[in-house]
């Protein structure tokens, strides 16, 4: 059993930056892999970045370039770096983990979830 907290979230002007943190509890962390989702009101919750314990990060068009996942094991952290941010990125931002070594995009290939941050980017 993994429990994952987020934290990090808040407000912000479009172009700013944030990032967002999530805390796992539990051993073995290295060995899942993790994801950050986001969802707006109204629309499906959207795969954003996952890493790995191996094989490099994978991240959504949209984010490329802007966004930068990271993990520190010895903190059973991961972190999502979020730069250039748009309105429009405006949702509740979710940490997810999966016991598989592959960074999967889809939100119901993982198994543990946090209660998600509030992000909201202003215009």
């Known amino acids: 059993q993994v429990q994952l907290v987020e934290s990090g979230g808040g407000l912000v002007q479009a172009g700013g930056s944030l990032r967002v943190s999530c805390v796992a509890s539990?051993?073995?962390?290295?060995?899942?892999?993790m994801g950050w989702f986001r969802q707006a009101p109204g629309k499906e919750r959207e795969f954003i970045a996952a890493?790995?314990?191996?094989?490099?990060?994978r991240y959504a068009d949209s984010v490329k370039g802007r966004f930068t996942i990271s993990r520190d094991n010895a903190k059973n952290t991961v972190y999502l770096q979020m730069n250039s941010l748009k309105p429009e990125e405006t949702a509740v931002y979710y940490c997810?983990?999966?016991?598989?070594?592959?960074?999967?995009?889809?939100?119901?290939?993982?198994?543990?979830w946090g209660q998600g941050t509030q992000v909201t980017v202003s215009s």
């Open positions: 997810a983990a999966r016991g598989l070594p592959v960074a999967a995009t889809g939100w119901y290939e993982y198994d543990y």
């Open positions: 539990g051993r073995a962390f290295s060995r899942y892999t």
């Open positions: 890493i790995s314990w191996s094989g490099p990060p």
